[in-house]
């Protein structure tokens, strides 16, 4: 049986609710959790719309979904991630195992690469041999250059001769992908300051950034993971994976208003080409069922 999407669900909700009736807001509330909006946050969001609604007088269900999309709207965030051309921009990739940060780095590396940018791939991931593995199959497939060490060796090492070789080729895009191994929280955050503080140095002013990889389905655990990533090295941009119909994407709505963090990019598959600039607007219609 296939899932219902969350805006199914709520356009759902308000087709058959009535604003007027008592439970409405409260009832609305609990969706707003449904759909991975956190649970303080929901209930803010809701005291906010229902005042809103009464000293204005707005009233039927379009006008109040349409009030309800303009408060969220504003913690909905992007960014233009666009490397400088004939400079060394490198991109550490973030992201907790599964969530799709491999290929998510492929599919950024695609999208530069069409953009006419020389880009370098950094197995930086040297404790799972399928990591490395699979960035190194990506890059035979898209004819991308791959720097890779042995197993077990010093992530931060491989960063810096991606650099070396990115610079050496005139600048563009290292995309560095990391380990995610969160049970072991405490030197996660150890070695992943050290490839922070090696990236930084191999990139040219101004073009390094830290980006988080986020499942879409994974809901408040998206929202731990962004809080655990931006404490230890500081997060620059989201991009967020597994963003089909079923997913619910309220998680992104709580980041931006928690953290502050932008996506810039919105991933719906596996091929290559499934990856998206972020859009606000669209992505508020999409969640609200309103596009």
Same mark, same amino acid.
């Given at each position: 049986?296939?899932?219902?999407? $969350?805006?199914?669900?709520?356009?759902?909700?308000?087709?058959?609710?009535?604003?007027?009736?008592?439970?409405? $807001?409260?009832?609305?509330?609990?969706?707003?959790?449904?759909?991975?909006?956190?649970?303080?946050?929901?209930?803010?969001?809701?005291? +906010?719309?229902?005042?809103?609604?009464?000293?204005?007088?707005?009233?039927?269900?379009?006008?109040?979904?349409?009030?309800?999309?303009?408060?969220?709207?504003?913690?909905?965030?992007?960014?233009?991630?666009?490397?400088?051309?004939?400079?060394?921009?490198?991109?550490? *990739?973030?992201?907790?195992?599964?969530?799709?940060?491999?290929?998510?780095?492929?599919?950024?590396?695609?999208?530069?690469?069409?953009?006419?940018?020389?880009?370098?791939?950094?197995?930086?991931?040297?404790?799972?041999?399928?990591?490395?593995?699979?960035?190194?199959?990506?890059?035979?497939?898209?004819?991308?250059?791959?720097?890779?060490?042995?197993?077990?060796?010093?992530? +931060?090492?491989?960063?810096?001769?991606?650099?070396?070789?990115?610079?050496?080729?005139?600048?563009?895009?290292?995309?560095?992908?990391?380990?995610?191994?969160?049970?072991?929280?405490?030197?996660?955050?150890?070695?992943?300051?050290?490839?922070?503080?090696?990236?930084?140095?191999?990139?040219?002013?101004?073009?390094?950034?830290?980006?988080?990889?986020?499942?879409?389905?994974?809901?408040?655990?998206?929202?731990?993971?962004?809080?655990?990533?931006?404490?230890?090295?500081?997060?620059?941009?989201?991009?967020?994976?597994?963003?089909? +119909?079923?997913?619910?994407?309220?998680? *992104?709505?709580?980041?931006?208003?928690?953290?502050?963090?932008?996506?810039?990019?919105?991933?719906?598959?596996?091929?290559?080409?499934?990856?998206?600039?972020?859009?606000?607007?669209?992505?508020?219609?999409?969640?609200?069922?309103?596009?």
């Amino acid at each position: 049986m296939a899932k219902v999407s $969350f805006s199914e669900k709520i356009k759902s909700f308000f087709g058959r609710s009535k604003p007027e009736d008592a439970e409405f $807001f409260d009832d609305l509330a609990d969706m707003l959790i449904e759909g991975d909006v956190g649970a303080k946050f929901a209930m803010e969001l809701v005291d +906010s719309l229902q005042e809103k609604c009464r000293t204005e007088k707005i009233s039927g269900s379009d006008a109040i979904l349409a009030e309800l999309g303009k408060l969220c709207l504003p913690y909905v965030k992007s960014v233009d991630l666009s490397p400088a051309e004939g400079k060394v921009n490198v991109y550490m *990739v973030l992201g907790v195992n599964g969530v799709g940060k491999t290929t998510s780095v492929a599919k950024m590396a695609r999208l530069y690469h069409d953009r006419g940018l020389h880009v370098v791939m950094s197995a930086s991931d040297t404790f799972r041999a399928a990591a490395v593995d699979q960035i190194a199959m990506h890059g035979e497939r898209l004819g991308i250059r791959v720097v890779r060490h042995q197993m077990g060796s010093d992530p +931060s090492a491989v960063v810096f001769d991606a650099a070396d070789s990115c610079r050496a080729e005139g600048g563009g895009v290292v995309l560095a992908d990391t380990a995610g191994r969160l049970h072991n929280k405490e030197n996660l955050v150890n070695e992943l300051k050290k490839i922070d503080r090696v990236a930084r140095s191999k990139a040219d002013e101004g073009c390094y950034k830290k980006i988080l990889v986020i499942d879409a389905t994974t809901g408040q655990n998206a929202v731990r993971q962004a809080e655990v990533f931006h404490e230890a090295v500081g997060v620059d941009a989201v991009v967020l994976t597994k963003y089909d +119909s079923t997913a619910k994407g309220g998680c *992104v709505i709580t980041i931006g208003r928690e953290l502050g963090l932008p996506v810039a990019f919105v991933c719906t598959g596996e091929h290559y080409e499934d990856i998206a600039l972020m859009n606000p607007a669209r992505y508020m219609q999409d969640f609200l069922g309103t596009a």
